[in-house]
């Protein structure tokens, strides 16, 4: 594998790409595991009332403010600005492991083990590349209930992919895709405040979305939905192996789909004025 330090001369040009909101206090560091590449974007939201554009410029290749319309447009923006062969997103409060960063760039210059197989000089097998992720949750690492079944795709060629969905953006891919086998660290809602902003926040977009694409709110989905998120993820995900925290994300997760489906519910009463 490319030694992290040495992979600037060996792979394929990367830009990694960071989209950034009241982030001042995590950027420094996200974008310290990831000096490995050639260049970093980093798009922050015009709303940030900390220092995030201060330390973006401070620390990142190329900086653009935007106001914010929705996650996919954001990644996109910072996208339309990168100049790489490959562009790898991470959050802000993620970060890339050296043995990530290596496998990352032994993929770009396509020698390469993905999953159980081998592909030697095949640089044009995969045009993106998901990636597992590791997260640790109010202070705790996660092995049932937390993202680690999450397996986003976050390494793509830039001229192949473009992200879609307003909320939980997904990229949209042409061509076969692959799987690394090293994981982004997530260090995420270190606190019930941040947790509480974060459902507030989330479950606002998330119901805005609902209305405008012009689903009716149902009374069985506020019902049933928050209880059967619950149990999926505290019982048939062994959530409670996670200890009190793992019970305590469960049943907030339970709390974000009821507060998602009454936002909905409110917004459709008020004919989107709420």
């Given at each position: 594998m490319i030694d992290p330090a040495d992979q600037k001369h060996h792979q394929a040009k990367i830009s990694v790409l960071i989209i950034a909101k009241n982030a001042g206090a995590l950027l420094r560091e996200c974008v310290q595991s990831v000096r490995w590449a050639h260049e970093v974007v980093v798009i922050v939201d015009d709303s940030s009332d900390d220092d995030t554009e201060a330390v973006a410029r401070e620390v990142a290749d190329l900086v653009a403010v935007r106001q914010f319309d929705d996650f996919a447009s954001?990644?996109?923006?910072?996208?339309?600005?990168?100049?790489?062969?490959?562009?790898?997103?991470?959050?802000?409060?993620?970060?890339?492991?050296?043995k990530l960063a290596a496998e990352i760039g032994s993929v770009t210059t396509g020698e390469h083990s993905v999953g159980t197989q081998n592909h030697t000089n095949d640089i044009t097998k995969y045009h993106g590349y998901r990636v597992p992720i590791q997260s640790v949750i109010l202070g705790r690492g996660f092995g049932y209930s937390g993202t680690q079944y999450d397996l986003p795709l976050r390494l793509f060629r830039r001229d192949q992919g473009r992200w879609t969905g307003k909320v939980h953006e997904t990229v949209s891919i042409e061509g076969p895709i692959g799987t690394l086998k090293h994981a982004i660290h997530h260090k995420t809602i270190p606190d019930m405040k941040t947790f509480l902003d974060k459902i507030n926040h989330y479950t606002t977009l998330e119901a805005r979305a609902r209305f405008a694409a012009g689903l009716r709110p149902r009374g069985i989905e506020l019902a049933f939905r928050p209880v059967w998120t619950f149990l999926k993820l505290y019982l048939f995900k062994q959530g409670f192996r996670d200890g009190i925290e793992g019970f305590v994300f469960c049943a907030m997760s339970g709390v974000s789909v009821a507060a998602r489906h009454w936002k909905h519910r409110e917004l459709a009463r008020s004919g989107g004025s709420t």
């Open positions: 954001q990644r996109n923006a910072a996208l339309a600005l990168a100049s790489g062969d490959w562009v790898f997103a991470i959050d802000c409060d993620e970060r890339a492991s050296a």
